[in-house]
């Protein structure tokens, strides 16, 4: 029904920055919650950021004030802006969604390489 698809991730220094996008399609993503996850090597998936349809936003304590997501709906994508990248925030990412009548993200994109360099 919905796919989506991440892109944008690469190789950076630390203290870069990087964008990433999700592309949305089948559905339109405008009344869904979006959110991003990452997960490093050995490690369980971890929570990054989410927005909800009015535009509410929240973050993990480890990304908040360095990292930003946004949507817009005419282009049916979401961003995570990732400023004052650290080797710790190598991962590979991973976009969600989920419906307004679900308490949890039904969709996912295949993930998108990130890779901070000390």
């Known amino acids: 029904q919905v796919q989506l698809v991440e892109s944008g991730g690469g190789l950076v220094q630390a203290g870069g920055s990087l964008r990433l996008s999700c592309a949305g399609s089948g559905r339109t993503l405008s009344s869904y919650t979006m959110g991003w996850f990452r997960q490093a090597p050995g490690k369980q998936r971890e929570f990054v950021a989410v927005i909800a349809s009015g535009g509410y936003t929240n973050y993990a304590g480890s990304v908040k004030g360095r990292f930003t997501i946004s949507r817009d709906n005419a282009k049916n994508t979401v961003f995570l802006q990732m400023n004052s990248l650290k080797p710790e925030d190598t991962a590979v990412y991973y976009c969600?969604?989920?419906?307004?009548?679900?308490?949890?993200?039904?969709?996912w994109g295949q993930g998108t390489q990130v890779t901070v360099s000390s």
């Open positions: 969600a969604a989920s419906t307004p009548i679900s308490t949890t993200f039904d969709y």
